[in-house]
């Protein structure tokens, strides 16, 4: 049987990627395998753990090896949606997608670099940079790490942002 379009993909990352880790994924294409999928278990155990993998090796390869650029990369849309929510709610609709994804750029190259994140707003144009909520390295971080916490099933340090959102929401409003 020929291969399909992702193992080819695989064989192409092979000579990038450790040989145990594509050990994991050549499973994952037997259709014996797609077979036993009958709960969220077998899903996870088959699918969503070696793709997790995967990913995270791709991004340590081709990006950087650092574990919260890793993890941004592979958790953008959760990460990107929660500071979008509360930049909307604080400051409105408008450009809340640039602003967002600008923080998670900012804490890529945070992760990346160690430069703490400090925006320029004497820059031409800013409409991509908070105004008023994330506006500090220490905020930004800290919802992040919330966030990570949170995902990971402690939401104390989540909480605690929240918390500090909230009051913050408050004081703008009041």
């Known amino acids: 049987m020929e291969k399909n379009v992702f193992a080819k993909i695989l064989d192409s990352l092979s000579a990038e990627i450790d040989k145990d880790h594509l050990k994991l ?3 994952i294409f037997d259709a014996e395998a797609l077979e036993n999928i ?3 278990e077998n899903f996870h155990e088959l699918f969503k753990m070696n793709f997790d993998i995967l990913s995270e090796e791709l991004v340590k390869k081709f990006v950087c090896d650092n574990s919260n650029v890793t993890y941004l990369f ?3 849309d959760f990460i990107e949606a ?3 929510y509360w930049i909307t709610k604080i400051e409105g609709t408008t450009c809340c997608a640039d602003k967002s994804k600008t923080l998670v750029r ?5 992760y990346k670099t160690g430069k703490e994140i400090n925006f320029n707003y004497d820059q031409e144009f800013t ?5 008023k909520v ?3 390295h220490t905020s930004i971080v800290e919802f992040y790490e919330g966030l990570k916490s949170f995902r990971r099933g402690n939401p104390d340090k ?4 929240l918390l500090s959102l909230a009051t913050f929401r408050n004081t703008q409003n009041g």
């Open 82 to 84: 929660n500071f979008r």
């Open 158 to 161: 989540y909480l605690s942002s």
């Open 74 to 76: 592979r958790n953008f």
């Open 134 to 136: 994330f506006t500090t």
């Open 25 to 27: 994924f050549e499973k």
């Open 38 to 40: 009958k709960d969220f």
């Open 106 to 110: 900012a804490l890529i190259n945070f």
């Open 127 to 131: 409409y991509h940079l908070p105004k």
